[in-house]
């Protein structure tokens, strides 16, 4: 009998269909990574590397084994009296505020008297070394009085304990058009959270200044907001405070929030020692005291016509989102806001509710709430395909934005709607899928225990922050007197490349090689008031920003050159590292460092601030209405499985995607992020599962007990391209589109292909309920199901 492994077995990869050049000739083309040398030679330095004073601090945070519950005593006298300990502190120890909540409040730095979930922060120990700090945490004598825990969102919801109010999106008269319609389906569905299992946790090291200041090295996204809650913790300007970011070892943000506290705590503890203090979480304790991915718990009920096409309906989703608002509103609206994914609902209503548990907080995550707005409507999609004796495929292309349906239900009209035809076309031909399909379902009918499935799965992802004071960067741009430059901005490394495209940007402009730019570390004495590094809009804002220094320069250059040399202005460009006027016998060139060394003895300025606001987007949120978006990047992808029904147990056997990224500003970076982000969200949606106690107490709390995919769940025929032949249709920079984040939700098709196989236990006229993670037991027990339901209708018949 063939086994899941014999089907497994690696075969040789195909060449992606889109190759980098790696010896490029122009900044247009593939650089690589401006840290990779550093990277694989283990010479890149993140926080644990950063050199610290010989007498610096360690610190260990005390935590709540308790989910929700009084505090009634925190003994410490034996914690303080342990050997190494230099300080302890409570919350009594802050001198300024002590909720550290990003948006909204609801985040203590400590707790008081309410326990709030289990992981929570109690206090902080500095002690001379880290294992000192740890030993003595274990020494407090710690009393809570535990109180019933809520943590069942929809029994939330359902009692109104919500973070944030519920939002509603309407477009038409949905109950008329569920109504009026020939067919409606429903159902429920619950999508698993996930943990960002950062490679590099949540660490900082904190030097008090001789200024009463401070400053913090930390992993962190968004250092404009350590600063800002680092200054209101310890009760001093915002100007007495400063944060730097390097690089991070991995974020999907998990350190867009969530860094701060940490931060925070640390700087404490240097004001009031006097020295250095380094804070990093065990892997442990980080699991338990951060958010993950919101679970959510979505339904639909939609109504179609004979084709399968929607006419309307109502979805609404329901986000968990621990004890906090943290930023889970915005969080949900995405999923709102995504609950269409590439598909026109005709007349719908769409309702977020952010349910309150007593969980930690849950926090930002690649997609920020997308992917699981998304996965109820391809739940719908393959459901009203089964229902009508349909292919998937053949329902979703019919469903697509299209001409007189290319409005959103919260108002937003869809540009580029033949680009996401064309693109699933594309696809739909490389990957041979109705040939596949055939083959399929024939080895399916032959094989009575492994069984194939196939889908493909479309993503229209929106590109901007959902709030529009975010969409704003500035950079900082130096030209030294040998030619060299120097680029600050406020956008942050943690290995998504973004340092090396802004790079790429300032070259560009100029007319240098790659290599005559360097990115200093993101600092907020440097660029001010800066946004997080999120929402897959790093490149976008910062490159745009410093793009307009870079041209601030050119001009000033241009400026000088036409009266120094007497030159025709007009006529200048930066190329290759000179300046360039004129043609033929009339051209003249002159190199960089030698117009950069008179302008500067011309006295001329050779710094600028580059500043980028995104036009166009708004978002009434009284009336649901608007344009949060500037644009939407498309993709799609064909996943094929193999799946044992009588294990659960599954594997990937091949992959096709087709992505959109416009001009792409660098293939080999964004070839990078479309197969990492697929991977990630491979593993999200079939083996990270995330397991609570019945006390609220994460027991998948550490690699041995949570799941991430290896190299070895890649797929052995794994085949990327870029589109070729469609630059952004709004004026982003240089027609690219962001990467970050539209991959990841590519793997939704793996989810859907695993229920095709399922599928073909009843002859493809049933739909499985397949929750995520689509873990082998959960596999196994819609298997079960479907053959249980199979014998009723027989037995009935």
């Known amino acids: 009998?063939?086994?899941?492994?014999?089907?497994?077995?690696?075969?040789?990869?195909?060449?992606?269909?889109?190759?980098?050049?790696d010896t490029p000739t122009s900044p247009r083309q593939a650089?690589?990574?401006?840290?990779?040398?550093?990277?694989v030679t283990g010479r890149a330095r993140y926080l644990d590397d950063q050199p610290a004073p010989a007498n610096a601090l360690h610190v260990a945070v005390g935590l709540s084994r308790v989910a929700y519950g009084r505090l009634t005593r925190l003994g410490l006298d034996a914690v303080r009296r342990a050997p190494g300990v230099v300080d302890v502190i409570t919350v009594v120890d802050i001198p300024g505020h002590t909720d550290v909540g990003p948006v909204f409040p609801g985040d203590p730095l400590l707790a008081d008297a309410e326990v709030r979930y289990a992981g929570q922060p109690l206090f902080a120990v500095a002690a001379t070394d880290f294992t000192s700090a740890r030993r003595a945490v274990a020494l407090a004598e710690i009393e809570i009085d535990a109180l019933p825990a809520r943590l069942d969102p929809v029994a939330a919801a359902e009692a109104e304990e919500w973070v944030r109010p519920p939002h509603v999106q309407q477009r038409g008269d949905w109950q008329r058009a569920l109504d009026d319609a020939p067919h409606w389906l429903e159902a429920h569905q619950f999508v698993g959270g996930q943990e960002h299992f950062y490679l590099e946790g949540q660490a900082c090291l904190a030097l008090p200044n001789e200024d009463d200041g401070v400053t913090v090295h930390t992993s962190s996204q968004h250092p404009s907001e350590v600063q800002k809650l680092i200054a209101e913790v310890l009760a001093i300007p915002f100007h007495?405070?400063?944060?730097?970011?390097?690089?991070?070892?991995?974020?999907f943000g998990g350190k867009e929030t969530q860094a701060a506290p940490w931060a925070c705590l640390a700087a404490l503890l240097a004001r009031r020692t006097g020295r250095a203090v380094r804070l990093r979480l065990p892997r442990g304790d980080d699991m338990r005291a951060t958010g993950k991915r919101h679970p959510f718990h979505n339904r639909y009920r939609l109504g179609f016509d004979d084709a399968g096409v929607l006419q309307g309906g109502d979805i609404t989703v329901i986000g968990d989102c621990g004890h906090s608002p943290d930023l889970s509103e915005a969080i949900v609206?995405?999923?709102?806001?995504h609950a269409d994914n590439a598909y026109s609902l005709g007349q719908a209503r769409v309702t977020g509710i952010p349910a309150r548990t007593h969980m930690p907080s849950n926090t930002a995550f690649r997609g920020f709430?997308?992917?699981?707005?998304?996965?109820?409507?391809?739940?719908?999609?393959d459901d009203i395909a089964r229902h009508l004796g349909e292919d998937p495929l053949t329902i979703r292309k019919r469903n697509l934005y299209r001409p007189e349906h290319d409005v959103t239900h919260y108002g937003q009209r869809v540009e580029q709607i033949g680009l996401l035809h064309e693109l699933v076309s594309q696809l739909e031909a490389s990957s041979d899928y109705w040939a596949r399909r055939s083959a399929i379902r024939a080895y399916n009918a032959s094989s009575p225990v492994l069984k194939k499935g196939l889908a493909l799965t479309p993503v229209k992802f929106g590109i901007s922050f959902t709030a529009k004071h975010l969409n704003q960067a500035g950079a900082l741009l130096h030209v030294y007197t040998d030619g060299s430059v120097m680029i600050n901005h406020g956008g942050t490394e943690m290995g998504q490349g973004l340092h090396t495209k802004v790079g790429q940007v300032v070259?560009?402009?100029l007319g240098l090689e790659n290599a005559a730019?360097?990115?200093?570390?993101?600092r907020t004495d440097k660029v001010p008031n800066t946004s997080p590094t999120a929402a897959s809009s790093g490149a976008d804002l910062n490159g745009m920003a410093a793009r307009n220094a870079a041209m601030q320069i050119r001009e000033r250059l241009f400026d000088f050159a036409a009266e120094h040399y007497r030159l025709d202005r007009e006529a200048m460009c930066l190329e290759n590292g000179e300046l360039v006027t004129g043609h033929g016998e009339g051209e003249r060139r002159i190199a960089w460092g030698d117009l950069v060394q008179a302008a500067y003895l011309g006295r001329v300025s050779l710094s600028a601030t580059g500043f980028y606001a995104t036009p166009l987007i708004h978002y009434d949120r009284a009336s649901g209405q608007g344009r949060p978006f500037y644009y939407y990047a498309y993709g799609a992808a064909v996943s094929e499985v193999v799946v044992d029904t009588l294990s659960g147990e599954h594997r990937v056997s091949r992959v096709d995607i087709l992505h959109d990224v416009g001009d792409s500003l660098n293939p080999a970076i964004d070839l990078g992020q479309i197969e990492g982000g697929f991977i990630q969200g491979m593993g999200w949606l079939t083996s990270e599962e995330l397991k609570w106690d019945d006390t609220g107490r994460l027991t998948s709390d550490g690699p041995a007990t949570y799941k991430i995919p290896t190299i070895g769940d890649t797929p052995p025929d794994f085949r990327v391209a870029l589109l070729e032949g469609h630059p952004n249709s709004q004026a982003s920079l240089y027609r690219s589109k962001a990467v970050g984040e539209p991959p990841f939700m590519l793997a939704i098709s793996v989810w859907s292909a695993l229920r095709d196989a399922l599928a073909s236990l009843a002859d493809y006229r049933l739909s499985p309920a397949l929750d995520t993670p689509a873990t082998p037991e959960r596999v196994l027990f819609a298997a079960q199901a479907l053959r249980q339901a199979t014998a009723t209708e027989t037995s009935h018949a």
């Open 240 to 251: 007495a405070v400063t944060v730097e970011v390097r690089r991070m070892g991995g974020g």
């Open 507 to 509: 070259a560009r402009e």
């Open 517 to 522: 730019v360097r990115i200093s570390a993101t």
């Open 31 to 39: 650089p690589p990574h401006d840290s990779a040398t550093l990277h």
């Open 333 to 337: 609206d995405r999923a709102m806001f």
């Open 1 to 21: 009998m063939r086994t899941l492994t014999d089907l497994s077995r690696p075969v040789p990869r195909p060449e992606p269909a889109t190759q980098p050049d």
């Open 369 to 381: 709430g997308g992917p699981q707005g998304m996965m109820i409507i391809e739940r719908a999609m």
